[in-house]
């Protein structure tokens, strides 16, 4: 019986669950052109189109995404398997893939990880700083991070920082030409810095709390941005209110740069948890990663 290569088939599963040859080479570490060449020997030998290709997408045909269906959960048992023999090292090893918002990967991850990555040189993390909600099984995530209230009840959630609260905030050169905000409803006669949902598509609403009363406000402004360092950038110049947790500001409205108001109706709420699958064997690094990110508030 002839032996096959099965990089062709990893090739394969790599660019039509990644949509794109580019991403797929990442990845893999290996050229565009390997990919292709690879794909469409894979493609000749079983005379059937596997991917349809455009200027700018790739998708799988009908029968690629049949193959895709019977043999990607093997690979992923494959690379989980291998991941495990990692236990029999002197020293845990692998790749813990994790995603998350700009946000939380510079002021909780890479804190709380540092000196694990110092102390393993043999893990490496892989964070994809997203502000969509992301399906990390389907995306072969081993985690993701996301405020407590907006996870799957399937999942386990552990705590990995404190409550937060959110931040209004204006330049003072924005407040010498607009009265300050007294009441949150009086935001819609200002322009304000908005962002924009991935996984909707609207817009943020912004939400506020004083006494048990809860008041949501729609925004209007010019710009619309969809990473906080940006929508910080643009508050500094003057160009609107924005609302962000408060630790994306603190260092500006300390030294003068930003003025905060409203501050009684952004009532503390509960801070970002890591959340991942139930899994029976997690691998040496993925439970390092957890026992260093691990809040003292304990398990949800």
């Known amino acids: 019986m002839a032996r096959h290569n099965f990089n062709d088939l990893l090739y394969f599963i790599t660019v039509a669950r990644e949509g794109s040859f580019t991403r797929a080479a990442a990845l893999l570490g290996v050229t565009q052109s390997a990919i292709s060449q690879a794909i469409s020997g894979l493609e000749a030998r079983l005379k059937i189109r596997l991917l349809t290709r455009t200027t700018r997408s790739v998708s799988p045909t009908a029968a690629g995404e049949r193959l895709l269906q019977a043999i990607g959960h093997r690979f992923d048992e494959i ?7 990692t ?11 994790i995603t998350c918002g700009d946000y939380v ?20 993390i ?25 996870i799957d009840k399937d999942m386990i959630a552990l705590p990995i920082g404190p409550p937060l609260c959110m931040a209004v905030v204006a330049s003072p050169a924005y407040f010498k030409t607009h009265p300050k905000p007294m009441h949150p409803r009086d935001l819609m006669n200002h322009r304000c810095i908005n962002m924009r949902m991935q996984s909707g598509g609207g817009l943020f609403v912004w939400d506020f709390q004083r006494k048990g009363r809860q008041v949501n406000v729609r925004v209007e402004g010019q710009l619309i941005i ?16 924005a609302w962000l947790p408060d630790g994306e500001f603190d260092p500006h409205i300390e030294e003068g740069r930003l003025v905060r108001v409203l501050q009684d109706w952004c009532a503390p709420f509960a801070g970002y948890y890591l959340y991942y699958p139930s899994r029976r ?7 390092l990663v957890v026992e260093a990110l691990r809040d003292e508030a304990g398990r949800r």
């Open 79 to 85: 690379e989980s398997e291998l991941d495990d023999l």
């Open 87 to 97: 236990q029999m090292r002197d020293k845990p090893a692998g790749t813990v893939r």
């Open 105 to 124: 990967s510079r002021h909780t991850l890479l804190p709380k990880l540092a000196p694990l990555l110092l102390e393993y040189p043999d893990i490496k």
């Open 126 to 150: 892989e964070f994809d700083v997203n502000y969509g909600f992301r399906d990390i099984v389907a995306d072969r995530f081993d985690a993701g991070v996301r405020l407590g209230d907006t």
């Open 226 to 241: 969809n990473t906080s360092p940006a929508i910080v950038d643009a508050a500094l110049a003057g160009l609107g209110v």
């Open 281 to 287: 064997q997690p691998s040496p690094a993925f439970s």
